[in-house]
């Protein structure tokens, strides 16, 4: 099983290894308890790199350049995943096709966007060879690239373009600030998107307007901050979601699991409402 308990626990004791940001200069090493099970189910880095590629459409090319000889070359591309492996639509009149066709050795940065910090968002990079896609795997590309970029239908068939494929070997994937690793190659294309990806933005705003005292009862009465006076969901996946909760200790951070794995907005809705059933009956029976 990919997802889930199975790799969390893999990817806990591939992190135990994992060089750590020291402290500021002058401070003290602090340590606050996680005040949720460490063990509640999870999306592993390969769901969560598969569902960042999945949701966006331009990224970073890198390839070694031909001129200037033997320097990185970054280009803005677009690119779609076929078969777990990212696509591009690419002139030989570009520099970085005229790069792949010497060395192809490319990497590809995905990376998330927002108004937060941007070094606190996710990204993604993907390393490999990327090479003309045979003859045969070219209609069925094309199919996959147009149903993201409809305007590349202008351009598809203009005999200076061609598909090239990254055959995806490593993986370097980091969500944010202390969450980061190599994700094994096999790990990333047996990896799925997460299914509740386009629909957690509507999911999060919604909780965030309508039901925050939900979200306290939740944190109250599910994990163990028990002073929790406001709460804030920060993200929800097939598994679970997060919250930020704001106790006498500052901000939080909690992760709930659902009972079911989760599909689409409506599975979310069912499991959260009777989540806070058991929250609204465990207070009940604590008066």
Not at 93 to 121: F, Q, R, V
Not at 195 to 210: L, R, V, W
Not at 212 to 240: F, H, I, N, P, Q
Not at 251 to 261: D, G, M, S
Request: proline fraction near 5%; aromatic fraction near 8%.
């Amino acid at each position: 099983m990919i997802g889930g308990m199975n790799m969390v626990e893999k990817e806990k004791n591939d992190s135990a290894n994992i060089p750590r940001h020291a402290v500021p200069k002058g401070s003290r090493p602090q340590s606050q308890e996680l005040l949720y099970d460490p063990n509640v189910a999870t999306s592993t880095h390969a769901e969560q790199a598969r569902t960042l590629a999945s949701m966006k459409g331009t990224a970073t090319l890198c390839t070694m350049s031909v001129n200037p000889d033997g320097f990185p070359y970054g280009s803005f591309v677009t690119f779609a995943i076929f078969n777990g492996n990212p696509i591009f639509l690419i002139s030989v009149l570009a520099e970085h096709t005229k790069n792949l066709m010497k060395n192809p050795k490319a990497s590809l940065l995905i990376a998330e966007g927002g108004d937060e910090n941007p070094l606190a968002l996710g990204r993604v990079t993907l390393v490999g060879e990327c090479t003309l896609l045979p003859e045969e795997e070219q209609q069925d590309a094309r199919e996959v690239f147009l149903e993201q970029h409809e305007s590349a239908a202008f351009y598809v068939d203009f005999g200076d373009f061609s598909f090239y494929r990254l055959e995806v070997s490593h993986i370097r994937y980091i969500g944010g600030f202390g969450r980061m690793s190599w994700v094994e190659s096999t790990d990333w294309l047996q990896a799925e998107p997460d299914p509740i990806s386009p629909y957690g933005k509507g999911i999060i705003e919604h909780m965030n307007d309508d039901h925050r005292d939900a979200m306290v009862l939740m944190c109250k009465t599910m994990s163990k901050a028990v002073d929790t006076m406001d709460a804030e969901m920060t993200g929800v996946d097939r598994y679970g979601f997060e919250m930020s909760a704001i106790t006498e200790d500052g901000p939080r951070p909690i992760r709930l699991a659902f009972e079911n794995e989760v599909l689409d907005a409506d599975d979310v809705r069912r499991e959260l409402v009777d989540m806070v059933k058991i929250a609204r009956n465990t207070t009940s029976v604590d008066d």
